[in-house]
């Protein structure tokens, strides 16, 4: 029964999150709706970090550049690639089927009208050319996929890297990436940002209700889907042999070795599949925002989800996605500035102070997390009464049968 | 670029010849039983620079890979970027004018000394404790601000000198309370990986540091005033061109070559303190002590050297250290509580490149990092893009540096015998 | 039936000539005691035949496959397993899980229910049982050098290398090794131990092979080689000329 309190807060938990967005009805829906969504968003890249990290001990600091690769490159895909049912004349074109794909030329930040480029000037010319444009799930699906390429190898590279040398090397990966991103202009426009679709560009029904593409509700339940999705994925690998191998290959890599694991290959298939899901993150927050830039890749980003991660308990992904939902609400509901004394404290830039203290204090005294044990209590918390238990019972069995032959 | 097909196309060439040659080689002495330890690099370094030609010698006779073959190639291979670039960009300033590559040479020596100073306090963390501080960018952001702090806020009108020993004794006092509270665990084998629990909780310190200057001290940027004034004067009076010109704010040599005085002084301190640093190592009881515990922990221990003592000291000493390299550079730089990033990346560059744990790689590690952003600010056609790659450089020569040798320059192979692999 | 032949086996460690041309065979369940001075080669040859590292010549083959240019994980699913001179438990997994990963990497085609039982059978003969949920951090160092045998029974290899297994151990641990030995022995598997306790190998093996600077100078029932004069002198080198 006590093993099973843990779930049944997972499954109180979830459904309030199902359940929230119809019964909140107050003013600052869109704000609140937004936070969760963000949360989410946070908890899918804490709880695949903790795979990573805390399951197979790949302290990879890249994490984000893999977020990163699947958020550009579905906003590459949207942004260059189009389909008109007309040759333009004017793009590099090819036709399938009937169906004319045009690959927009790069035009960088340069023109502040946006018009400039070869598709906006065919429109312009012949307002009769139907022009659509790749559809967000095939853009979405692209980026996971890329995400798990680098993911896959950037596994086989750091093969022999252990610890220090791992964090450095991802870190590396993840700052080049920044800075290539930052510095191709033509390409990704920088600073300025690209902008894509929304996920449901052309709005939604659902339940005989339709929502347009600025609703908080679709994105808000895609967003919760994927982190159930990856949830499922990764308890269905925890429980499977992969779960058992990767903690394995932890805890004594030669000795997993030497057992018959195939270390390598457990090694590149979790950087795989961890990024994989890193950048399906990226890639729906990228189309959920409307416009993404280099900054999704600062360290500060990696920083909080390796902090929500640890705080939840790096060991746990489950500890680390709620940690990670939890702690950002938290982080949002302390934003309000107050003042004392006459000085204003401004609660903005405080809250991340606190944050940090927390992420210290959590690794010194508690370093499963501060989720993490709570679950253990239930699920684990029975382990030494019954060891003391067995051993009794074969005690006592023992004995039992020396009386019985003396 | 002219010809940026050239220049691709030689590259393309160098990074293929170099892929099969670090495969090639290390897979050869394998074979033939022997040492590998640097099969990886000089295979990479000689395809790259010799194509098939280069590989083959060292294909056939397995040759000892001593220092010569070690560095021969890799400057040769620098050597044929340069000269590749040069055909296929010759109009390119670094190409054309000798001055410019003299100056750029030149501030990319001093600014790669200061660099190397501060990945010095890195790489002495690292050879006592074990561990990456991720905090180093923030002790230098730390150093700064205090130094205006101190100068011109709190006591304004305090020499510049009071300044600078104010922020690196507060920054001292920081590190060794902080190793205090949060490492010591890490020494009592409480803690199953401590080299991930220390990259975290500094990383924890650096979060924690970083916003609480930004919220005490506001997101604007400050600078401090220049510490000293040059004096003028052209030496000699009537040559041309005059071989040492200084105005207050700068030296100019031979007319063309212009280092500005903060600086010259910073790099100038740099290596006053690197003495001093040198000296406390090498001929003080504690200094020794420090060393010995950096070689082994357990002998040092028996020896009578209490290493926890020493690990609070190395970790302050280390973030002492860049938060001089800060105190120094925030008269030349404006300043922001995000001002430590870039330069924590350029020391993990370095301290990589110069091998975990070495003193001295760090330092001419420190200058190579100096040297290569001052070629790559200077040369790439495009300004702003090159601005924009300027953190890439050095994580680029990080990320070669892993896979090609990952014991760095001066690396030994398990660097500080504290905690186990790396 | 088992078969494992070592062909002439060299390895050079830069100048340093390890393995001297090592050869020898273990058919059907033999319990072989490897014994030599410090430096002789035994922990070279372990690694070599566990695939860690590859000999500079020579063969390996293990019941006609041949492994010595394979991976360690290889070598151990071709079914040759070993433990380590240092105790290697994964520790924060539990004993259950401990002995699971050998017995899920080799993929018997075994169900969960299957493995199980085993696991059962292992503990109970290990006296471990009671600890089957406790995290391997939290045993003894005796019982984690039993865990370690345990997941040897689990992995099931024909042949098993048991590195210094009685170093360090008290007697009553002892005894449920040597019926460790006994009771895989008796299930048909090759065994080669390798200890400097000479009194137990001595008393336990069939055969000794004796290792001195990378030659093997004897191959033989234990009594026979306790009076090769060869071993006498690797041995006892100086001892026998004060006795002369």
New interface residues.
Partial sequence: MMRQVPNIAAVLFLGVLVAFPFVYTAGDYDYVMHVLITAFFYAILASSWSML?GYA?Q?SFGHMGFMGIGAYTTALFCHYLWVADAPTGLCDEVEIFGTWFIVVDAIGVTSSTLTQDCLREALAADPALSVGRMPVLLGIVLGTVMGGLAGFLIGL?VL??????L???T???S??L???I????EVTR?QAGLELPSLYESGITLLGTTYDKTAKLPPYFTMLGLLLLCLGILTWLARS?FG??V??L???Q???????????RYKVLVFTITCAMAAAAGAVQAHYIGIITPNLLF?LQM?LV??MA?IGGV?NFFAAAVGAIILQVMLELLRNSFEVGGYEI?MT??R??F???L??IT??FF?NGLLAPMIEYFT?GH??K???A??Q??EAAFEAGREAGR | MESPLLFWGVILWMIVWGAVGSVVLRRRYLHRDLDTTNTVFVGAMSGAALGPVGLAPLWLTTPKLGNLLIIAPALLTVFLIAVAFSFADPDNICVTSSGFVASQAVNGLIIGIIYGFMALGLTLIFSILGIVSFAHGEFYMVGGMLVYFISAVWLPGVPPLVAVMGACAIAFLIGAVFERLMLTPMYRGKIDRPVEYGILVTFGLAFTMQYFVQAVAGANPVKAQRFIDFPRMRWPEDSDPIWVKTSRGGVTLFEQVSVSNPRLIAAVTCVLVLLALMYLLHRTWTGKALRAVSQDRDAAAIAGINPDRMNMLAFALGGMIAALAGALLVQAFSWLPQVGNIPAMRSFVIVVLGGLGSLPGAFLGGIMVGLVEAAGTGCIPDAQKAASYIPAYGMIVLTLTLLLRPTGMFGRRFAAGTHGKF | MIHLTVRNLHKHFGGNHVLKGVGFEVKGAELIGLIGPNGAGKTTLTNILDGAIKPTSGTVYLNGERIDQLEPYEVARAGLGRTFQVTRSFRRMTVLENLQVPALAMDRGESRAEMRDKAHDVLEFLTMEHLRNEFAQALSGGQQKLLELGRLLMLDPDVIILDEPFAGVHPKLMEIIYAYIRRVNEAGKAIIIISHQMDSIFSLSERLLVLNFGDLIADGPPEAVKRDPAVIEAYLGSDEEEEA
Avoid: H, Q
Wanted: proline content about 0%; aromatic content about 10%; glycine content about 6%.
């Fill in positions: 990290a001990g302290f590279l022999r890297l252990r610890a220090a040398y964090a450095l090397f870190l590396g990966f700052e080049i920044k800075a290539t930052s510095a191709e202009i920088g042999r058992l191998f903690r394995a932890r805890e004594d030669d000795a997993a070795a030497a057992l018959g694991v195939n270390t390598t360290l920083s390796v902090a640890v060991e401004d830039i405080w991340l102070v944050f940090g203290l992420l210290m690794l010194r370093r684990r382990v030494a019954e060891t003391v067995r051993r019972a074969a």
